[in-house]
């Protein structure tokens, strides 16, 4: 679950991908995804929160790792990688 504090020493991320109408829906499944499937079981994942713009052309996701140490490890994890780049 994600949780907002400043007493926690949590790494936060907030990413911001731009697509076509079309592409929202596709873009949240993938991340969606790419969660469920992989990144949760990563050491070091606390959460993710997906947000979509009612225009449809934003979807922000909201994520927290306990360490940048651990979210540059999933980054460096060629299957994730992979995977959200099809």
Known sequence: MTTISKDNNYVTLINIFI???VNQQKLIDLLTSA????VRQIPGFISSSLHRS???HKVTMYAQWKSIMDYQNMRNN????KKLLR
Not at 35 to 38: A, E, G, L, V
Not at 78 to 81: A, L, P
């Open 78 to 81: 060629s299957g994730i990688s």
């Open 19 to 21: 697509v076509e109408p």
């Open 54 to 56: 009612l225009d449809g």
């Open 35 to 38: 969660t469920n499937d992989s």
